[in-house]
């Protein structure tokens, strides 16, 4: 048995390297896209405009579930919401990639380390799947593991076996009920996930799916076609079909003029940096409370330090200025953001391996979370929507690309 599967091993993984070079028709991706009614065309941090988003050809969407009890116990509030917002999706055609809980969320809220009491964990890896498996198109077991915020307080291998005991205890309860259910985990593009990709290795058998959040060219001189070649990269390290959970690019950003820095300074009441350095706390008071917690947060214990810190380590939130550099050079306008849409869903969905591309995000946001300003372009200006909801130049770009029409 051992040696049919090892054998069964090497000639996928032989079948996968040539599949990546030659683009050869995926089985499995075959399977999947016909599961799912066509390749996964959705929006992450989605609003409710169900039939802007159908319009566009999108009808996916991805969030996250939050942990499904309260500290006393039982079902939380939050959870429930979340179930009752999953039902207003199925009841509009439309179908949610659901991602499970942070390892912080058990142990914050649960009380036990994750990776250590696996029973647990696989306990409520089926409750979520028995629970959710009608109204939900799919889970994502947690996300971006490797990175330190998300992965806080296991290590890499720990983090391994937390997504691999999930994926292993539903595809069990997937067998007893006959479901092709689809499960899988995602990655952020850093070296890290390739570590995660080989401990999870003897876990890979229970994915549907292996994801992956890209933003090339976003702050890097990248090409479309390297989207391309970063999903056969992983594709020949997985042998699973890819959906990109994340992918998008910023309809503003890019560095700023002295001009523009200077009256960011002088809302806070300076004329230069070292005058606002020069009042410490009395600066950093004055700073929207989601900066005064970044900095709590990323330099504990380093408040001498905090003022210089946002000039240095923080200047870009500070100013809401990001790097000049772009895909193909397209700039971070509204019209640059819809012609990266333009390049890079063509090269993803060519490739055979793909089953799905959701992109980041549905709609701006008033503020950045981690600085509390609205110009800072970070965390606010992904959306394909406006802030009030309206439609940007991307959206009509993802809507002629996905369903050719205008
Ligand atoms: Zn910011």
Not at 22 to 29: R, V
Not at 211 to 239: E, F, H, M, P, W
Request: aromatic share 14%; hydrophobic share 35%; with cysteine.
């Amino acid at each position: 048995m051992k040696v049919i599967a090892f054998i069964e091993g090497i000639i996928l993984t032989i079948s996968c390297f040539f599949g990546s070079i030659f683009n050869l028709p995926d089985k499995n991706a075959q399977k999947l896209i016909e599961r799912n009614g066509g390749v996964i065309y959705g929006v992450n941090h989605p609003n409710e405009q169900y039939d802007v988003l159908k319009d566009a050809g999108l009808g996916w969407v991805r969030f996250d579930i939050p942990y499904p009890y309260n500290a006393a116990g039982e079902i939380s509030r939050s959870y429930l919401d979340f179930k009752a917002r999953c039902k207003g999706y199925a009841d509009n055609g439309m179908q949610v990639l659901a991602v499970t809980p942070y390892p912080k969320d058990y142990v914050n809220i649960g009380g036990f380390d994750p990776a250590a009491d696996i029973e647990k964990t696989k306990e409520i890896a089926v409750f979520l799947y028995n629970d959710l498996k009608d109204i939900t198109g799919g889970f994502q077991i947690t996300n971006e593991m490797g990175l330190a915020t998300f992965m806080y307080p296991l290590t890499l291998e720990e983090a391994a076996t937390f997504i691999g005991v999930q994926l292993e205890a539903i595809d069990a309860a997937k067998k007893a009920d006959k479901s092709d259910f689809m499960i899988g985990y995602n990655q952020a593009n850093i070296s890290a996930s390739k570590d995660l990709n080989n401990l999870l290795k003897p876990y890979l058998k229970y994915c549907d799916y292996v994801g992956i959040d890209l933003y090339i060219g976003v702050q890097t001189n990248d090409k479309a076609s390297d989207y391309a070649g970063r999903i056969k990269k992983l594709y020949r390290q997985v042998c699973r079909p890819i959906i990109v959970t994340e992918f998008g690019f910023w309809s503003e950003g890019g560095s700023k003029t002295e001009e523009e820095k200077k009256e960011i300074l002088a809302y806070y009441g300076y004329a230069s940096e070292e005058e606002a350095i020069a009042d410490g706390m009395n600066f950093i008071a004055k700073l929207p409370q989601q900066f005064q917690n970044t900095l709590f947060y990323e330099f504990p214990g380093q408040e001498d330090q905090w003022a210089a810190l946002v000039f240095s380590k923080c200047s870009g939130h500070f100013y809401g200025q990001t790097s000049d550099a772009t895909l193909e050079n397209v700039g971070f306008t509204p019209e640059g953001q819809a012609e990266y849409f333009r390049r890079v869903i063509p090269a993803m969905r060519k490739l055979n391996c793909v089953a799905g591309m959701i992109i980041y995000c549905c709609q701006d946001m008033p503020i950045c979370w981690t600085c509390g300003q609205r110009w800072c372009p970070y965390e606010t200006r992904w959306g394909i929507l406006q802030l009030d909801g309206t439609p940007k130049p991307a959206y009509y770009a993802v809507k002629e690309v996905l369903t050719g029409t205008k």
